[in-house]
């Protein structure tokens, strides 16, 4: 029987993993584990931020409340809402909102190689802590697009903003609209006016070889995405000055 070539190809560096001065498999260090009861507590560990175990999301606000999500989509509307307390350096839990109210969840902490982990009841794989939260699809679409079709602002929150450019020639025409926004799970763009008599500014959303939304298409041009502004220097160094001369250092002009 011939073997394919392709798998002949993937097949080869096997034999050359397994030579006989690499016999020896180096085995990784083991994880540092901290458990629950063995950490400081003089030196708490922030637990704001964003919680994930692979599958699933939960924000924990510095306001007190939370937000949990069964995907890694924040866009999405949460599956559970609610409020959080701290017990100790080590605990805390999560009330939630729904009715009936379900018991509270207890959150254990430990730590893995010095990354902050938790144990969340009821939910079986261990939570890892983040203070951002992972990417998806819509983070691309955030920000400012401008062009010919005016400028729209994509927020957040999935509210827009868009506002005309340039002169109108119209009678009656729209030149500012608000409203709601979301990219769907099979990649379209919704937009929603908030005003019931407005139709949506955007036609037409423009796709690149990946599928991916690089512009919109509005009555009046189109829109691309703007890079974001420079982030500012915290302390800019002055620029470097020339040592003023001392006037024992000149020397005599020569006669």
Known sequence: ?????????????????????????????????????????ESPREIVGWW??????????????Y????????FDRPSDVGRWHRENHAVFWLNSYLLPAPPPRRVALW?????????????KKPFIHSAT????????????????????????????????????DAPIAITSQR????????GRLLIEPFAVNQRP?????????ANRIVELASDSGGLRLQPPPPRPVANPEPP???????????RPSES
């Open 133 to 168: 939260p992972p990417r998806v699809p819509s983070d691309e679409l955030v920000g400012r697009w401008r062009g010919p079709g005016g400028e729209l602002r994509l927020d957040p929150d999935l509210t827009y903003t868009w506002s005309r450019g340039g002169t109108v």
């Open 1 to 41: 029987m011939r073997i394919p070539a392709l798998m002949f190809l993937l097949a080869a560096p096997l034999f050359a993993a397994t030579s006989p001065q690499d016999a020896t498999p180096r085995e990784a260090p083991a994880p540092r584990i901290v458990s629950t009861l063995a950490m400081d507590p």
């Open 179 to 186: 409203g709601r926004w979301r990219l769907l799970a099979d």
């Open 111 to 123: 730590l893995r190689d010095d990354v902050l982990m938790a144990d969340v009841a009821r939910l």
């Open 201 to 209: 500014m955007i036609r037409v959303a423009i796709l690149d070889e």
């Open 240 to 250: 470097a000055r020339e040592a003023a001369e001392e006037p024992g250092d000149r």
């Open 67 to 74: 937000r949990r999500w069964n995907d890694l989509d924040r």
């Open 52 to 65: 994930s175990d692979g599958r699933s999301l939960i924000e924990v606000a510095r306001d007190g409340r």
